[in-house]
């Protein structure tokens, strides 16, 4: 098979119709398809009962289905699953599946690498190979559907490896796949992109009418420092990504979210914390306190007691915020880690 093959997890319903109508078969051999791929969420077409065995034979000949296949899996205590994809290319990428008691949440990755640099993240110390094509994006969670037995999932979040929005258009027919009611239906509501701050792409995304969450990396509450730990503030400084944020926050009536990561000594004070408040004070926004989780010893997170004090600050301010519990401790949990260790 060669790499002109179409990506069938990839597809609408109405590509996926327009497609095999072209070849012969019947129209409605469409729905049926479609219905296995993202509502079974099928690993191998050779489980389609319904379908004759002509077609599968045909599909398996003609279209590239799976896009991805399981290399490695590590099991937390907690139930967290890191998931390492191999794909067609000898690429490997990373997602997680996160379990709680009345959700499951899955994280997915939109490149192998990633080409913002950011200094913090095993993900950007790797440089972009590739974007990855939407249904590769989308059978990172096909395949925790099909192999999850614990219930379905219920809320994605593209956290994963790279920029979601430097795969702009891959990206955003991975979320309205995901949101077909005729395949996994979850709702828009239930998924978040996280972006690193590409102000276009930000404004742009406003406009789509996806009322999805919007996490942007912040970790630093003035340029000086966001410039050192986060190459992609030079190009867009805190004065351009801020009111983006804003102008997001109020076209999409959608609270959104700055992740922030805490590092010790770097910008965890009191007085980062204040700065911060008033940076952001008019943003209908949510902000996400992550104690940092070290790539190497150049970052370590502050004690427990800095972190309630940052937080505090935050909330007498009138700021909305929260730490984030950490999943995954005991594996290699980090964006990347997993892949970094696999690749030596």
Request: proline content about 5%.
């Amino acid at each position: 098979m060669s790499s002109n093959e179409p990506h069938l997890a990839g597809f609408f319903q109405l590509e996926l119709r327009q497609w095999l109508t072209k070849a012969g078969w019947p129209a409605f051999r469409a729905q049926q398809v479609f219905h296995w791929i993202h509502r079974r969420a099928i690993c191998e077409f050779r489980e389609a009962g319904n379908l004759p065995g002509s077609l599968r034979a045909w599909l398996q000949e003609h279209a590239i289905f799976p896009s991805l296949y399981e290399r490695r899996r590590q099991t937390s205590q907690d139930g967290t699953v890191k998931y390492l994809f191999g794909l067609g290319d000898g690429e490997t990428i990373e997602a997680v599946m996160i379990p709680d008691e009345h959700r499951t949440t899955v994280c997915v990755s939109t490149q192998v690498g990633c080409a913002m640099g950011c200094t913090f993240c095993a993900t950007g110390q790797m440089g972009l190979h590739r974007q990855l094509n939407p249904a590769e994006i989308i059978s990172q969670v096909l395949h925790v559907q099909h192999s999850h037995t614990a219930g379905p999932v219920t809320h994605v979040v593209f956290m994963g490896m790279g920029e979601p929005l430097a795969n702009y258009a891959a990206a955003i027919k991975a979320l309205q796949l995901l949101h077909d009611p005729q395949g996994l239906n979850i709702s828009y509501r239930r998924m978040t992109v996280s972006t690193c701050g590409l102000v276009p792409e930000i404004r742009q995304l406003a406009g789509e009418g996806l009322p999805i969450t919007l996490a942007v990396s912040l970790h630093a509450p003035d340029d000086q420092r966001r410039s050192a730990i986060m190459p992609i503030n030079r190009r867009y400084p805190l004065a351009e990504l801020l009111p983006a944020c804003a102008s997001y926050a109020e076209d999409t009536s959608r609270r959104l979210t700055f992740e922030y990561a805490l590092v010790k000594g770097f910008n965890d004070t009191k007085n980062d914390a204040r700065l911060l408040a008033e940076r952001i004070r008019d943003i209908h926004c949510h902000v996400n306190l992550i104690p940092v989780n070290s790539v190497h010893d150049t970052y370590q997170a502050p004690t427990a007691g800095d972190i309630d004090r940052f937080l505090s600050i935050l909330v007498d301010r009138g700021i909305q915020a929260s730490v984030r519990r950490e999943r995954g401790a005991d594996i290699d949990g980090a964006c990347g880690q997993l892949r970094q260790r696999e690749e030596g």
